[in-house]
């Protein structure tokens, strides 16, 4: 296994496994990765300026509020990991990314292309998706209340086992996307529809209180 003395000194990786690491806020500026391996490593803040991944695998690593600014990413799975509060805008503008069983709360993703880009058994509420490519994308078994999105390219995207999904379909376009029972009622209740077998029919709305309902 690669040791944190080697991480300081030397600029480029293959084939190496960083394993139950602490590398808290440690600067990655600059260092390059390839097929490399991290697992059970402490992550927080850590800096990516200008650094590359290729075909990296992060497992129960926590990369929360990391700094990915310039960070060429292609072939990156994470899995099992914290990636709260990252913003992703500052890496570069098509990465190649894999997440499954992630904590993506408070993430954001601005301007972007995040095509067939899965997000498989995530959390990922509060997050933002604007102006983003997520054509193809996979959001299977994630959880995505309270996320926003907006701007974003949702052709034959799969959110049809997502949690808590809400997609206006006027700023969003969304052609042959696939969602949730559940997400397709909570639109239509915000554009003032009932679905039936979704509301109660013996209640009704009292003029001028607000449309409030009353039975």
Same mark, same amino acid.
């Given at each position: 296994?690669?040791?944190? &003395? +080697?991480?300081?000194? &030397?600029? %480029?990786?293959? #084939?190496?496994?960083f394993?139950g *690491?602490?590398? +808290?806020?440690? /600067?990655?500026s600059?260092? #390059?990765?390839?097929?490399?391996?991290?697992? !059970?490593?402490k992550? +927080?803040?850590?800096?990516?300026?200008?650094a590359? *991944?290729?075909d990296?695998?992060?497992?129960?690593?926590?990369?929360?509020?990391?700094?990915?600014a310039?960070?060429? $990413?292609?072939?990156v799975?994470?899995?099992?990991?914290?990636?709260?509060? =990252?913003?992703?805008?500052k890496?570069?503008? !098509?990465?190649?990314l894999?997440?499954? /069983?992630c904590?993506?709360?408070?993430?954001?993703?601005? $301007?972007?292309? *995040?095509?067939a880009?899965?997000?498989v058994?995530?959390k990922?509420?509060?997050?933002n998706? =604007? /102006?983003?490519?997520?054509?193809?994308? /996979?959001?299977?078994?994630? #959880?995505?209340?309270?996320s926003?999105f907006?701007?974003?390219?949702?052709?034959? $995207?799969d959110? %049809?086992t997502? +949690?808590?999904?809400? =997609?206006?379909p006027?700023? !969003?376009?969304v052609?042959d996307?696939?969602?949730a029972v559940?997400?397709a009622?909570? *639109?239509?209740?915000?554009?003032?529809m009932?679905v039936?077998g979704?509301? #109660?029919?013996?209640?009704?709305?009292?003029?001028?209180k607000?449309?409030?309902?009353?039975?």
């Amino acid at each position: 296994m690669t040791t944190r &003395e +080697q991480l300081e000194s &030397e600029s %480029s990786f293959d #084939d190496a496994v960083f394993e139950g *690491l602490e590398l +808290q806020g440690f /600067d990655f500026s600059g260092k #390059d990765f390839y097929r490399c391996t991290f697992r !059970n490593v402490k992550l +927080q803040e850590s800096r990516w300026q200008r650094a590359g *991944l290729e075909d990296c695998v992060f497992e129960d690593c926590d990369l929360t509020r990391m700094l990915p600014a310039d960070l060429r $990413a292609h072939g990156v799975r994470f899995k099992g990991c914290k990636l709260m509060g =990252i913003e992703w805008t500052k890496s570069s503008l !098509n990465p190649q990314l894999s997440f499954e /069983d992630c904590n993506l709360r408070y993430s954001s993703f601005l $301007a972007m292309s *995040l095509r067939a880009t899965p997000f498989v058994r995530c959390k990922a509420t509060e997050a933002n998706f =604007i /102006d983003v490519d997520l054509t193809e994308a /996979d959001f299977s078994e994630s #959880d995505l209340t309270g996320s926003t999105f907006q701007g974003t390219t949702l052709t034959d $995207a799969d959110l %049809s086992t997502a +949690q808590g999904a809400f =997609i206006d379909p006027a700023k !969003n376009r969304v052609k042959d996307a696939r969602v949730a029972v559940e997400s397709a009622v909570l *639109l239509a209740a915000f554009f003032g529809m009932r679905v039936n077998g979704y509301y #109660d029919p013996t209640e009704r709305r009292v003029p001028g209180k607000g449309g409030r309902r009353t039975r």
